[in-house]
């Protein structure tokens, strides 16, 4: 049974830095794209960055860009997600996604097959 489990969430002031990770466990995803996804409050699930299987790629929505930064371990099955700078806007539910294979495209909710359950994130003002 494929499981993507989240970790690293919680409530941090505004300014201030967590770490997501996501480990994969019932198969393996080094040859598959991976993204974090999240959705705040009253708004639909949002792409938040991707990583393509290599980690060589990475993309980013612009609310997001310089502030995250995407990464993977393939030799762990996990991937990270390094949030700098965190706004109270960027308090939602994250979650972690993984592809079946590289798919030439990694922005849409539907390029991705497994998700985890999520991990609250909570910025404080």
């Known amino acids: 049974q494929v499981q993507l489990v989240e970790s690293g969430g919680g409530l941090v002031q505004a300014g201030g830095s967590l770490r997501l990770s996501c480990a994969a466990s019932?198969?393996?995803?080094?040859?598959?794209?991976m993204a974090w996804f999240r959705r705040a409050p009253g708004k639909e699930r949002e792409f938040v960055a991707a990583?393509?299987?290599?980690?060589?790629?990475?993309y980013y929505a612009d609310s997001v860009k310089g502030r995250f930064t995407i990464s993977r371990d393939n030799a762990k099955n996990t991937q990270y997600l390094q949030m700098n700078s965190l706004k109270p806007e960027d308090t939602a539910v994250y979650y972690c996604?993984?592809?079946?294979?590289?798919?030439?495209?990694?922005?849409?909710?539907?390029?991705?097959?497994?998700w985890g359950q999520g991990t609250q994130v909570t910025v404080s003002s």
């Open positions: 996604a993984a592809a079946l294979f590289s798919l030439p495209t990694l922005l849409r909710r539907d390029d991705y097959a497994y």
């Open positions: 019932g198969r393996t995803f080094s040859g598959s794209n």
């Open positions: 990583i393509t299987w290599s980690g060589g790629s990475t």
